[in-house]
């Protein structure tokens, strides 16, 4: 008897592999569609429509966005986690949803458990920008003068719980200074109020402000990744001055758990090859966005990283949901 059950073990896994086997040979046999959790026309779907026709070419079928807005992204992160976990449904994941699994009463889903890494996609790079008034030109000086006058200063991000906001959380608590958090609607306003001197000091996307510093409208203080993007090679990243200090938003592929590693695996060579296009990196540069590639192992590591770094200052800056 236990013969006969050892050998329906057998019999079984080796069934599963056959299966896994021709699915990873068929797929994809229909189109794959990406959600995208904000509506047509923002940052993360212009990512999105960038990368969808590349990888229909790598793939073999049409790769659709499908813009499914509503509750700061969560709304498609739920929708992906409940999908069927074979390939064909995706989520062009990013930090935000890292962070609100730590600011969020509840969440629909886990942004970690519910998800299968496919691939790391794009950074997007970061910079610390101040008004003409502020007596200081890069990051050392800028906070020997937030430590020398603490209250004193206040900086300006697109709302509490984003990556801007917390990235200069992060600087307060390894600087050791105090600085007034002014939360924005959206960045929309930030660079118009640090420019006529509203607001002091303003974290926002390196694209956005590059120009308004290249004109000396307004002073490009230090990117808050060491990662450059083309345009900024002469801004300073503040771990010059705060050793390890690193911030940008991820973009990210990523499947439902339980999708075969084959599977898994085949869209991850896909990405690999579209990010190795060199008028794909131009294009992504010129949104504001650097590629980073990870394959999933070193993806799945890296979001673990990551969500413990936001849970961390979240808690040791004593941030909440507003």
Known sequence: ??????????????????????????????????????SAGGGVDAMARLLAPHLSTQLGQQVVVENRAGAAGLIAGEAVAKAMPNGYTLLLGESAMLIAQHLQP????????????????????????????????????????LKARPGHYSYASPGVGTVQHLGFEMLKRQAGAFVV???????????????????????????????????????????????????????APLSDTLPGFSVAPRLMLLAP????????ERLAEAVRVTLSNPAVIKSANALGAIA????????????????????????????SAQ
């Open 1 to 38: 008897m236990k013969h006969l059950d050892r050998l329906r073990g057998v019999l079984l896994a080796a069934l599963l592999g056959l299966t896994v086997t021709s699915q990873a040979q068929t797929y994809p046999s229909k189109p794959v569609h990406i959600l995208v959790g904000y």
């Open 106 to 145: 509840s969440m629909p889903f886990d942004p970690i458990q519910s998800f299968a890494p496919v691939a790391s996609l794009f950074n997007s790079p970061l910079m610390l920008v101040a008004s003409n008034d502020v007596a200081a030109k890069n990051p050392k000086e800028l906070i020997a003068l």
């Open 181 to 235: 958090h002014v939360p924005y609607r959206g960045a929309a306003q930030i660079l118009p109020d640090v420019i006529g001197g509203q607001i002091p000091l303003g974290v926002v996307s390196a694209t956005s402000a590059i120009a308004q510093a290249k004109n000396g409208k307004l002073k490009a203080i230090g990117m808050l990744s060491s990662v450059q993007l083309p345009g900024a090679e002469n801004v």
């Open 257 to 264: 758990a339980g999708t075969p590693a084959a599977v898994v």
């Open 292 to 319: 980073a590639y990870l394959p999933p192992a070193e993806l799945a590591v890296d979001l673990n990283r990551e969500s413990a770094g936001w849970a961390k200052v979240i808690k040791e800056q004593k941030i």
